[in-house]
């Protein structure tokens, strides 16, 4: 318990930015936070934070294990409101956002299995192709897709997608099929401006590639990119959850398949475990289970 105490206050030194206003966050006293990470500092065998009199700043150690204490923290707040959350029938509402056409493939099934089986809770779902601060707008969890930056909010992966280059079959007939990334410069091509907001589509390399194309439409709005790929107009980048049905449909067709780029994670983020309620808690558990393989 000490030691997870000492992980504790070294991690909120960081997220608060000093030694004095992580002791004024934990309620102790300055010296007290100074003891407690010179201790962890002598536990660990390394100097977690390079300080002089005016500022303090991570180590290349203290950096690594910063993200490690996060993740142990986590874990165990994760597993003291589980059994708490037990305790308590899922009541009330519940708010929930998500990209668009994930949410309404993947998340809003889950909604309804969710509340099928808690007959108490009301569900507000927010499908919506932007990333919202869930504390100002009162929003309990959301699905995000991409690798996420670092902030205070918990995330559970619950997926993955890619990035994927579609084109309709008689587009591909009369054109031919691109052999590399690079045969998109001369290409019609159509952007979906919510999946990249510049005429740069990426692709897999050491770097990863970006191919500056030319597009005959660009467009925010997803059926519409999708639309005019499908009217044979040209080749078109989407997240391949968007245009699954219709590959498997045969309407479109995946090119460039050998440089698609790594997949991104598909997470569920929510505020710090420990102010988890019951009703996220129960929503979580059954979107893992619809989302497993």
């Known amino acids: 318990m000490d030691k997870l105490r000492s992980m504790e206050i070294f ?4 997220e608060k930015g000093s030694l004095t206003a992580a002791a004024n966050a934990l309620g102790m006293s300055a010296p007290s936070v100074v003891r407690a990470l010179a201790a962890l ?3 660990v065998g ?7 009199t005016r500022r303090s700043s991570l180590s290349d150690e203290g950096r690594e ?9 986590a874990e165990v707040e994760e597993a003291d409101a589980a059994l708490s959350a037990r305790r308590l029938q899922p009541r009330g509402r519940l708010r929930i956002t998500a990209p668009v056409t994930y949410g309404r493939l993947h998340i809003a099934p889950a909604v309804n299995i969710f509340l099928a089986r808690y007959s108490e809770v009301e569900v507000d779902l927010l499908l919506l192709d932007r990333v919202i601060d869930l504390v100002e707008e009162g929003v309990d969890a ?3 897709i991409g690798h996420l930056p670092a902030s205070t909010l918990v995330a559970k992966r619950i997926g993955e997608t ?9 587009y591909l007939k009369r054109v031919g099929m691109p052999k590399s990334p690079h045969d998109l410069g001369a290409a019609r091509c159509v952007v979906f401006t919510g999946l990249a907001q510049t005429n740069e589509w990426q692709f897999s390399g050491k770097p990863h590639e970006r191919v500056l194309v030319r597009p005959i439409l660009r467009t925010n709005q997803f059926d ?13 980048q989407f997240l391949c959850y968007q245009v699954d049905a219709l590959v498997k449909a045969g309407r479109l067709k995946r090119v460039l398949q050998d440089f698609e780029s790594p997949p991104m994670p598909v997470s569920i983020v929510y505020p710090h475990a420990r102010l988890l309620s019951s009703n996220v808690r129960a929503f979580i558990d059954v979107l893992d289970k619809a989302t497993s393989p």
Do not use: F, Q, W
């Open 65 to 73: 294990y910063y993200e490690r204490c996060k993740r142990v923290l």
């Open 11 to 14: 991690v909120r030194i960081v």
């Open 162 to 170: 890619r990035r994927v280059v579609c084109a309709a079959p008689s």
């Open 41 to 43: 500092e002598r536990a």
């Open 142 to 144: 959301a699905v995000r």
């Open 46 to 52: 390394v100097r977690l934070m390079n300080r002089t």
């Open 224 to 236: 519409a990119a999708i639309d005019a790929c499908l009217h044979g107009l040209g080749c078109g």
